[in-house]
């Protein structure tokens, strides 16, 4: 069974810059996620899918982050424009349902903005 | 409010020793679910072991154990006879039903595991 595959894996770009990032979760998995670890912590949610439908979005910074997930299978978290606090590694997981079941984790996007 | 919190921030032990990594919570839920993932150099979390808050039975698992206990709300994770591949990020993980946050983790700090030769 193939895993959350993510891209790309590596991101540079220079502060208020736009970066999208994309997302795959496992095939059948209905909830999608998406975290913020900054070097050095633990990941935090940014936002969480049930299918197309959004479940969690109250840590997204709404005035620059923006994330779909259209047809309820792959997603894309935008940045737009970007700081330079929004360095970290950008992590996408999936789980068949929400509440209790184990989140799969793909290798995540390290964005460095400089 | 909940947290989690890894008070060792990083531990350092020799192959072959036993070591824990300790754990704890605050929920004011009273069903929720508890995790270990173990985040090696190459950065993909990878799922260890889920708990539920009416199971308390002590699992193991090869060379891992977890104890959760309820009373002291804690999940402590041992690793027997530790070995150099076993060095990595552990982080402990909190999922609540409370509230419009159901299934989404709340991670702690991590604890850093050197395990050396």
Do not use: M
């Not at chain 1, 220079?14 to 050095?40: D, M």
């Not at chain 2, 754990?23 to 270990?36: A, M, N």
């Not at chain 2, 027997?80 to 402990?92: G, L």
Request: aromatic share 12%; net charge neutral; hydrophobic share 35%.
């Amino acid at each position: 069974e193939a895993g959350v595959a993510q891209s790309p894996r590596y991101k540079i770009i220079e502060k208020r810059q736009s970066v999208a990032f994309w997302c795959n979760p496992i095939s059948g998995h209905a909830t999608l996620y998406w975290y913020q670890q900054i070097l050095g912590q633990g990941p935090k949610l940014l936002i969480q899918f049930q299918n197309n439908g959004v479940v969690d979005d109250s840590q997204l910074p709404k005035d620059r982050f923006s994330a779909e997930r259209l047809k309820g299978v792959d997603s894309t978290l935008k940045i737009q424009p970007a700081k330079l606090e929004d360095s970290a590694v950008y992590l996408c997981a999936s789980s068949l349902d929400s509440l209790g079941d184990e989140q799969y984790f793909g290798p995540g996007t390290r964005l460095t903005v400089t | 409010a909940q947290k989690v919190t890894q008070a060792q921030t990083e531990i350092s032990v020799v192959e072959k020793e036993d070591v824990t990594l300790d754990c704890v919570y605050e929920t004011r839920d009273t069903t929720y679910y508890l995790f270990w993932y173990k985040q090696p150099p190459s950065g993909e979390l990878v799922f260890l072991i889920r708990r539920n808050s009416f199971d308390e039975q002590n699992e193991i698992s090869g060379r891992y154990s977890w104890n959760f206990q309820k009373s002291t709300s804690s999940f402590n994770f041992t690793i027997t006879a530790s070995q150099v591949v076993d060095s990595a990020v552990y982080f402990c993980a909190l999922s609540e039903s409370y509230g419009g946050s159901q299934g989404n983790l709340i991670f702690g700090k991590g604890t850093k595991l050197s395990v050396k030769p």
